[in-house]
């Protein structure tokens, strides 16, 4: 079974840059594709991006793309998302989990992710 368990949250500035890392354990992350989804309080968990199973292709929510960047190192079993010139609006539980196909979608449905991390907190505020 598949266990991923997401690190790297905290408090930071807006502007300012966090990466959080999904280490996964019980089975190497090699030939699936993983999501990044975000929770804010009493708003829907929302895809934030996604990396295919190879790497050579990432998917981006609107609200992220040009500033979050999603990344992959199988040697070390873990995926990274690196956020960058962070908003108030980005605070949010944020969770990776593992995508039911090997490719991304361009639409990230809950449905089509398994195997969830228990998130972590980003908070951005002054």
Not at 23 to 41: E, K, M, N, V
């Amino acid at each position: 079974q598949l266990h991923l368990a997401e690190s790297g949250g905290g408090l930071v500035q807006p502007g300012g840059s966090l990466t959080l890392s999904c280490a996964a354990s019980g089975l190497t992350i090699d030939g699936y594709s993983f999501g990044w989804f975000r929770q804010a309080p009493g708003k829907e968990r929302e895809g934030v991006a996604c990396i295919d199973s190879d790497g050579s292709r990432t998917t981006y929510g609107n609200t992220v793309k040009g500033r979050f960047s999603v990344s992959r190192d199988d040697a070390k079993n873990t995926v990274y998302l690196q956020m960058n010139s962070l908003k108030p609006e980005d605070a949010a539980v944020y969770y990776c989990a593992k995508g039911v196909q090997y490719y991304c979608l361009d639409y990230m449905s809950r449905g089509a992710y398994e195997n969830w991390g228990r998130g972590t907190q980003v908070t951005v505020s002054s």
